[in-house]
């Protein structure tokens, strides 16, 4: 089962900050919908290939020609922050 | 009738007869928008700049857009605070075909954040109500594009369908929806919920129209690897009447003890009258539908785990920092904008998805998932070695109470059970109006056929139409 | 302590990330160009804007066939992307789409030279294509970011942990380097990083079959920084076991300044990528008659030119090695052994004379202003005694710098070599009247004397005289006469 120390790795892995009392919660809910899910254990899928796409299409590829860019002053109208053409963010640190 | 009220194929003869103009339908719309949309709030902002008015275009008909289609320079949020203000450099594919058969652009629609949910209440910006009942919610989650329909606010809209968000609203609202063939439409543009099962698809008010719309939307697009370079047929072509002689299956695991006794009796009626227009029914199994729901919520929701990863405040759309630091600047950037910016639903199933496909339990959840997957898509492979199509009802009830599940994700799930078989298999489905229950909201009957064969979905469904009233009715605000 | 460094063995493993050098990017049609502005070779799709979705550029995996096929590997008939997760703000999506389990290419090798003269085969354990991601700048306040590199194609090269020393490590990436500039498929300047080396290693006491807990160096931006950074990193992972302790398994961070490893995130718990199929891509498959194809297609890789220079030409195997170091430079060679018979002496001009001059240039033997025809002239015009060795070399820098013909410099300069007899003997009147002890010297016998007086009749001609007909006239009129 799904503990809350699950749902804190789990939310570390999501990138979303959860106050106390939202580990509780969410500890339940998803402890809730895993309880469902897991009556696909009592399925014998031994040799059943996984499908990823509904339809058997393969090998789609587009040529190597260069089409135009984005001009840049359109790209960074949806910047949050910006300088020198760039996207600005809080420093990075290694 | 107002104009509003018709379809377009009503309202394209009389515009290429001269009797009206588009202008005449716009602002017929409008003046609707404006009388009752404060009630319905089936949009999150009107378009104040549609296209020119071109009575020679094609097709000039006012359609309103689900609020997760790209459209250039205009804001696309996904009824979510986390993509407020962003305004897309570019147009969605299908967007693009719009704008080039002449539709004038009325607005975008609300609906559940991200496409999660099936009720429209987990918008960020407020609820859609039902235009049949305002109490009620429209079903999601394409809520705001199937209540514009129905409360002819616009003459058609655009949804996307993941696990049923086309086809329950349209059941709930009484509209016609359909989810094309996986692969039919283009999703380049549309904000993926999970990639694999996401499809655009038309709400009209008859099946005529639905074929019209799906003939405009429909082709391959190299800009989409999964869309399918399938030739596109005249749909309009398809709307003979005569479903004589066709074979039509029953499958006997959807009349399960949830069904509403009112949605039953009206499906029982419109059997009899497909059969008594010449189509033979069958039962038949899908066996693996109790699976369904399990497998659509462990494959869509790592899909979508994914696809939200990219709204991190980094460059577009919400950025937001906590007062105190709590780990490093950038992370708390991450996380405290991801927390404020989505909803509780958006965090359950992110945080779903991501549990799926961790360290561990990949193979437990994900992988079995996807295995499941391909049993019910030999289900109706199966299935349609015998029968030219399924019947089945859209959604077990009516139209719910707005926040009558809301509390209880679980409930809510399971109001997809009818319609999430199509999106694993990837095949078509419509919903259309097979009647209304005692207390006035609309039912919905769907119809299922193998990929890429959307005609015989508008074969059968036309043939029902014209031999009922329900597409007839319309909503009426006091 | 008894243990002693010599009691212990290196393992080292290689990654090389390979920018593939395609007109477009890996999903998307921008261009695949360095050193633009910032943020002007983007499209919805590098930005990952929301909406977009990527479509696989045929190019680039015809290029990592191509690389594979070249380093032996076995091509999958199966191939598909995935998705690799993690948050970084270089990388627009927070995924990466990949290879996971179905890489294109797996199981090849390369061979390295050994110090005794025979060959050591390095295996590569898979090569997989996948998108870079885009570059942070980091000033005071921030960090700036730049999605231009964002989505050029990249192969992901593997190896085995096959190599033993630094210098091992060195020369497989000399060799795969080598091979890769052959294929046209990557510039390999590890400078613009074309060509990125991560490397994992780890020591174990000798004969030991389990390996030893391995660190992973970054940021190294050469070769030699690659050994160097090993090196180091070797010997710090020796003097932690031999204090007793263990070595952490940690991502360390090499620093050309201070010329050491820095560990990174030593702190962050092992990734959780969740790989998963990517859902907006369909697989591919490769037929054995593609793999056919590009095999017959590809070049004459450096190892079989080598040995076919040495046979065919008869080149040492020092000169052929020097030769075949250039796909361009092997190529100008063969072009003039098409007009000219004598491997020798071209190798001798391309791996002296002309490599002298490219090095001063700083440039390419395609860059200087030479064709195979123009330095055959030039051989020619020492065969038949028209200008000398010394002189040639001087024609050879006048022919770079002016773009002229070697025939055309020596008429304008005047620097044909005087043969006539009448001019050599006033020539050799004046150095038998100068150098009489020389000329005794000759006269008792001593031949190597006439050297000495051929010499100083060169100083006098400016380089001019004949030499060969210089010393048959000194040698008729002393010793015939």
Same mark, same amino acid.
């Given at each position: 089962?799904?503990?809350?120390?699950?749902?804190?790795?789990?939310?570390?892995?999501?990138?979303?900050?959860?106050?106390?009392?939202?580990?509780?919660?969410?500890?339940?809910?998803?402890?809730?919908?895993?309880?469902?899910?897991?009556?696909?254990?009592?399925?014998?899928?031994?040799?059943?290939?996984?499908?990823?796409?509904?339809?058997?299409?393969?090998?789609?590829?587009?040529?190597?020609?260069?089409?135009?860019?984005?001009?840049?002053?359109?790209?960074?109208?949806?910047?949050?922050?910006?300088?020198? %053409?760039?996207?600005?963010?809080?420093?990075?640190?290694? | 009738?107002?104009?509003?009220? #018709?379809?377009?194929?009503?309202?394209?003869?009389?515009?290429?007869?001269?009797?009206?103009?588009?202008?005449?339908?716009?602002?017929?719309?409008?003046?609707?928008?404006?009388?009752?949309?404060?009630?319905?709030?089936?949009?999150?902002?009107?378009?104040?700049?549609?296209?020119?008015?071109?009575?020679?275009?094609?097709?000039?008909?006012?359609?309103?857009?689900?609020?997760?289609?790209?459209?250039?320079?205009?804001?696309?949020?996904?009824?979510?605070?986390?993509?407020?203000?962003?305004?897309?450099?570019?147009?969605?594919?299908?967007?693009?075909?719009?704008?080039?058969?002449?539709?004038?652009?009325?607005?975008? =629609?609300?609906?559940?954040?991200?496409?999660?949910?099936?009720?429209? *209440?987990?918008?960020?910006?407020?609820?859609?109500?039902?235009?049949?009942? #305002?109490?009620?919610?429209?079903?999601?989650?394409?809520?705001?594009?199937?209540?514009?329909?129905?409360?002819?606010?616009?003459?058609?809209?655009?949804?996307?369908?993941?696990?049923?968000?086309?086809?329950?609203?349209?059941?709930?609202?009484?509209?016609?929806?359909?989810?094309?063939?996986?692969?039919?439409?283009?999703?380049?543009?549309?904000?993926?919920?999970?990639?694999?099962?996401?499809?655009?698809?038309?709400?009209?008010?008859?099946?005529?129209?639905?074929?019209?719309?799906?003939?405009?939307?429909?082709?391959?697009?190299?800009?989409?690897?999964?869309?399918?370079?399938?030739?596109?047929?005249?749909?309009?072509?398809?709307?003979?009447?005569?479903?004589?002689?066709?074979?039509?299956?029953?499958?006997?695991?959807?009349?399960?003890?949830?069904?509403?006794?009112?949605?039953?009796?009206?499906?029982?009626?419109?059997?009899?009258?497909?059969?008594?227009?010449?189509?033979?029914?069958?039962?038949?199994?899908?066996?693996?539908?109790?699976?369904?729901?399990?497998?659509?919520?462990?494959?869509?929701?790592?899909?979508?785990?994914?696809?939200?990863?990219?709204?991190?405040?980094?460059?577009?759309?919400?950025?937001?920092?906590?007062?105190?630091?709590?780990?490093?600047?950038?992370?708390?950037?991450?996380?405290?904008?991801?927390?404020?910016?989505?909803?509780?639903?958006?965090?359950?199933?992110?945080?779903?998805?991501?549990?799926?496909?961790?360290?561990?339990?990949?193979?437990?959840?994900?992988?079995?998932?996807?295995?499941?997957?391909?049993?019910?898509?030999?289900?109706?492979?199966?299935?349609?070695?015998?029968?030219?199509?399924?019947?089945?009802?859209?959604?077990?009830?009516?139209?719910?109470?707005?926040?009558?599940?809301?509390?209880?994700?679980?409930?809510?799930?399971?109001?997809?059970?009818?319609?999430?078989?199509?999106?694993?298999?990837?095949?078509?489905?419509?919903?259309?109006?097979?009647?209304?229950?005692?207390?006035?909201?609309?039912?919905?009957?769907?119809?299922?056929?193998?990929?890429?064969?959307?005609?015989?979905?508008?074969?059968?469904?036309?043939?029902?139409?014209?031999? =009922?009233?329900?597409?007839?009715?319309?909503?009426?605000?006091? | 302590?008894?243990?002693?460094?010599?009691?212990?063995?290196?393992?080292?493993?290689? *990654?090389?990330?390979?920018?593939?050098?395609?007109?477009?990017?890996?999903?998307?049609?921008?261009?695949?160009?360095?050193?633009?502005?910032?943020?002007?070779?983007?499209?919805?799709?590098?930005?990952? #804007?929301?909406?977009?979705?990527?479509?696989?550029?045929?190019?680039?995996?015809?290029?990592?066939?191509?690389?594979?096929?070249?380093?032996?590997?076995?091509?999958?008939?199966?191939?598909?992307?995935?998705?690799?997760?993690?948050?970084?703000?270089?990388?627009?999506?927070?995924?990466?789409?990949?290879?996971?389990?179905?890489?294109?290419?797996?199981?090849?090798?390369?061979?390295?030279?050994?110090?005794?003269? =025979?060959?050591?085969?390095?295996?590569?354990?898979?090569?997989?294509?996948?998108?870079?991601? %885009?570059?942070?700048?980091?000033?005071?306040?921030?960090?700036?970011?730049?999605?231009?590199?964002?989505?050029?194609?990249?192969?992901?090269?593997?190896?085995?942990?096959?190599?033993?020393?630094?210098?091992?490590?060195?020369?497989?990436?000399?060799?795969?380097?080598?091979?890769?500039?052959?294929?046209?498929?990557?510039?390999?300047?590890?400078?613009?990083?074309?060509?990125?080396?991560?490397?994992?290693?780890?020591?174990?006491?000798?004969?030991?079959?389990?390996?030893?807990?391995?660190?992973?160096?970054?940021?190294?931006?050469?070769?030699?920084?690659?050994?160097?950074?090993?090196?180091?990193?070797?010997?710090?992972?020796?003097?932690?076991?031999?204090?007793?302790?263990?070595?952490?398994?940690?991502?360390?961070?090499?620093?050309?300044?201070?010329?050491?490893?820095?560990?990174?995130?030593?702190?962050?718990?092992?990734?959780?990528?969740?790989?998963?199929?990517?859902?907006?891509?369909?697989?591919?498959?490769?037929?054995?008659?593609?793999?056919?194809?590009?095999?017959?297609?590809?070049?004459?890789?450096?190892?079989?030119?080598?040995?076919?220079?040495?046979?065919?030409?008869?080149?040492?195997?020092?000169?052929?090695?020097?030769?075949?170091?250039?796909?361009?430079?092997?190529?100008?060679?063969?072009?003039?052994?098409?007009?000219?018979?004598?491997?020798?002496?071209?190798?001798?001009?391309?791996? %002296?004379?002309?490599?002298?001059?490219?090095?001063?240039?700083?440039?390419?033997?395609?860059?200087?202003?030479?064709?195979?025809?123009?330095?055959?002239?030039?051989?020619?015009?020492?065969?038949?005694?028209?200008?000398?060795?010394?002189?040639?070399?001087?024609?050879?820098?006048?022919?770079?710098?002016?773009?002229?013909?070697?025939?055309?410099?020596?008429?304008?300069?005047?620097?044909?070599?005087?043969?006539?007899?009448?001019?050599?003997?006033?020539?050799?009147?004046? #150095?038998?009247?100068?150098?009489?002890?020389?000329?005794?010297?000759?006269?008792? %016998?001593?031949?190597?004397?006439?050297?000495?007086?051929?010499?100083?009749?060169?100083?006098?001609?400016?380089?001019?005289?004949?030499?060969?007909?210089?010393?048959?006239?000194?040698?008729?009129?002393?010793?015939?006469?």
């Amino acid at each position: 089962m799904i503990s809350e120390d699950d749902v804190k790795y789990v939310a570390g892995l999501s990138r979303i900050y959860l106050q106390d009392h939202e580990v509780g919660s969410l500890q339940k809910d998803l402890e809730k919908i895993i309880g469902y899910v897991e009556k696909l254990q009592k399925l014998d899928v031994t040799d059943i290939e996984p499908t990823s796409h509904a339809l058997p299409l393969t090998n789609v590829f587009r040529d190597d020609e260069i089409k135009p860019s984005l001009d840049r002053t359109e790209t960074m109208k949806i910047a949050v922050d910006q300088r020198d %053409g760039a996207f600005k963010v809080p420093k990075v640190i290694e | 009738m107002n104009l509003n009220e #018709l379809t377009a194929h009503e309202l394209i003869d009389q515009i290429s007869s001269s009797q009206i103009s588009p202008q005449d339908v716009h602002k017929s719309v409008r003046d609707q928008i404006d009388a009752v949309d404060s009630k319905v709030k089936a949009y999150l902002r009107l378009n104040d700049n549609p296209q020119n008015y071109d009575a020679a275009s094609p097709y000039p008909i006012p359609i309103a857009i689900k609020d997760n289609m790209c459209m250039q320079g205009i804001e696309t949020t996904c009824a979510s605070k986390i993509l407020q203000g962003f305004k897309s450099p570019y147009d969605a594919t299908v967007i693009r075909k719009l704008k080039d058969s002449g539709a004038i652009l009325v607005g975008n =629609t609300n609906m559940d954040e991200f496409a999660f949910g099936s009720s429209t *209440e987990n918008s960020a910006f407020g609820p859609t109500r039902n235009p049949w009942n #305002l109490d009620c919610v429209p079903g999601g989650s394409s809520g705001g594009s199937a209540a514009a329909v129905a409360a002819n606010e616009a003459i058609w809209s655009i949804g996307s369908d993941t696990g049923g968000s086309i086809r329950q609203p349209a059941a709930f609202c009484g509209v016609v929806g359909l989810k094309p063939t996986y692969g039919r439409v283009s999703r380049y543009g549309l904000i993926a919920f999970a990639s694999s099962l996401d499809q655009i698809g038309p709400f009209t008010k008859d099946v005529r129209d639905s074929a019209m719309l799906l003939n405009i939307i429909a082709g391959y697009d190299p800009m989409d690897s999964t869309s399918a370079d399938v030739p596109v047929p005249d749909y309009t072509k398809a709307l003979t009447q005569d479903v004589s002689g066709l074979k039509i299956g029953i499958p006997k695991e959807y009349f399960i003890d949830g069904l509403d006794a009112e949605v039953k009796a009206a499906i029982d009626e419109s059997i009899k009258v497909l059969k008594d227009c010449g189509a033979e029914f069958v039962e038949i199994s899908l066996p693996h539908t109790e699976y369904a729901v399990a497998t659509y919520y462990i494959v869509a929701t790592a899909e979508a785990s994914s696809n939200l990863a990219r709204f991190d405040g980094v460059q577009y759309g919400l950025r937001s920092f906590p007062e105190k630091v709590r780990k490093s600047s950038l992370i708390d950037m991450y996380e405290e904008s991801r927390d404020q910016g989505f909803g509780p639903e958006s965090k359950r199933r992110i945080m779903l998805g991501t549990y799926s496909l961790s360290s561990g339990y990949y193979d437990a959840y994900y992988l079995r998932g996807l295995k499941v997957r391909t049993l019910i898509k030999n289900d109706f492979e199966k299935a349609f070695e015998s029968v030219d199509a399924i019947l089945t009802p859209t959604s077990p009830t009516t139209a719910f109470k707005v926040g009558e599940r809301s509390d209880d994700p679980l409930s809510m799930y399971l109001s997809d059970i009818f319609t999430i078989s199509a999106n694993l298999a990837g095949i078509p489905a419509m919903s259309m109006p097979c009647g209304f229950s005692q207390d006035g909201l609309p039912i919905g009957l769907q119809l299922l056929t193998k990929a890429f064969d959307e005609e015989m979905l508008f074969r059968i469904a036309h043939t029902y139409e014209q031999n =009922t009233e329900w597409h007839k009715r319309r909503t009426k605000f006091n | 302590m008894t243990t002693t460094q010599t009691q212990f063995e290196t393992v080292i493993g290689l *990654e090389v990330h390979v920018q593939l050098s395609t007109h477009t990017k890996m999903f998307c049609s921008c261009q695949n160009i360095f050193g633009e502005d910032p943020n002007t070779q983007v499209c919805p799709v590098c930005l990952g #804007l929301p909406g977009s979705l990527p479509v696989v550029n045929k190019k680039a995996l015809e290029f990592a066939i191509r690389i594979g096929c070249a380093l032996g590997c076995k091509i999958n008939s199966f191939v598909k992307f995935d998705r690799k997760n993690y948050y970084y703000p270089d990388c627009p999506k927070n995924y990466q789409i990949s290879q996971f389990d179905k890489p294109i290419c797996y199981e090849g090798a390369i061979d390295i030279p050994t110090e005794d003269g =025979t060959h050591k085969t390095i295996g590569i354990t898979r090569a997989h294509l996948e998108e870079d991601a %885009g570059k942070l700048v980091h000033a005071d306040d921030c960090s700036l970011v730049d999605y231009n590199r964002t989505g050029t194609p990249l192969l992901e090269i593997v190896s085995e942990p096959d190599m033993r020393s630094p210098q091992e490590a060195y020369d497989y990436l000399q060799k795969l380097k080598l091979i890769l500039s052959y294929l046209d498929v990557s510039d390999c300047d590890m400078e613009k990083g074309s060509l990125r080396c991560d490397a994992n290693v780890s020591i174990r006491e000798m004969g030991a079959t389990e390996f030893g807990t391995k660190t992973e160096l970054k940021n190294m931006n050469s070769f030699k920084a690659v050994r160097t950074a090993l090196e180091y990193e070797i010997n710090r992972q020796h003097k932690v076991v031999l204090s007793g302790d263990k070595v952490i398994q940690e991502t360390l961070l090499w620093d050309e300044n201070k010329m050491m490893t820095v560990s990174m995130r030593s702190k962050e718990a092992a990734h959780d990528y969740r790989y998963f199929p990517e859902p907006d891509l369909v697989p591919f498959t490769v037929e054995q008659s593609t793999i056919d194809e590009v095999k017959h297609h590809l070049p004459e890789l450096p190892e079989p030119k080598l040995n076919r220079f040495i046979d065919e030409y008869k080149l040492s195997e020092y000169d052929a090695t020097i030769i075949i170091q250039e796909r361009c430079k092997a190529n100008f060679f063969e072009d003039c052994l098409k007009i000219y018979p004598d491997g020798k002496k071209v190798s001798n001009w391309l791996n %002296g004379a002309v490599l002298q001059e490219m090095n001063a240039r700083k440039s390419e033997i395609t860059d200087i202003n030479l064709t195979p025809e123009r330095l055959v002239e030039l051989i020619k015009k020492v065969d038949d005694d028209t200008i000398s060795n010394l002189v040639a070399k001087d024609v050879l820098g006048m022919m770079l710098d002016s773009g002229k013909s070697s025939a055309e410099i020596i008429d304008e300069k005047g620097l044909a070599q005087v043969s006539d007899d009448g001019a050599l003997d006033a020539l050799i009147d004046e #150095l038998v009247n100068e150098h009489q002890n020389i000329v005794e010297q000759i006269k008792a %016998g001593k031949d190597s004397a006439v050297g000495f007086l051929v010499g100083q009749a060169m100083k006098k001609s400016q380089g001019k005289a004949n030499p060969k007909k210089v010393g048959e006239l000194i040698k008729r009129r002393l010793l015939d006469g």
